[in-house]
């Protein structure tokens, strides 16, 4: 079992930037694919971004693609997401995952592990 804990969340204007972390305990997730979905209030859990293990392999939402960022510090067991030029869409709770499997992708249901959430709001 892993545990995830995001953060880096909060309240940022239009076209500022953001940097959110995801901490994993329990065990070391450098042989896994990382994953950052979201969800808005009343809409399904959407793919932002993941990372494979060796950091050369990078899957990125369209609505996302050119402003945010994937990357990843396996020693220190984290995973994060740089958002730039943040719109008023971008607005949602932000969930890091982790796919055993090593795959990754846009696909929820090949990940094995969540986080609970951090709230990331953008103001108009």
């Known amino acids: 079992q892993v545990q995830l804990v995001e953060s880096g969340g909060g309240l940022v204007q239009a076209g500022g930037s953001q940097r959110l972390s995801c901490a994993a305990s329990?065990?070391?997730?450098?042989?896994?694919?990382m994953g950052w979905f979201r969800q808005a209030p009343g809409k399904e859990r959407e793919f932002v971004a993941s990372?494979?293990?060796?950091?050369?392999?990078?899957y990125y939402a369209d609505y996302v693609k050119g402003r945010f960022t994937i990357s990843r510090d396996n020693a220190k067991n984290t995973v994060y997401l740089q958002m730039n030029s943040l719109k008023p869409e971008d607005t949602a709770v932000y969930y890091c995952?982790?796919?055993?499997?090593?795959?990754?992708?846009?696909?929820?249901?090949?990940?094995?592990?969540w986080g609970q959430g951090t709230q990331v709001t953008v103001s108009s």
């Open positions: 329990g065990r070391t997730i450098s042989s896994y694919a």
């Open positions: 995952a982790a796919d055993r499997h090593g795959v990754g992708g846009g696909n929820r249901y090949a990940y094995d592990y």
């Open positions: 990372i494979r293990w060796s950091g050369g392999i990078l």
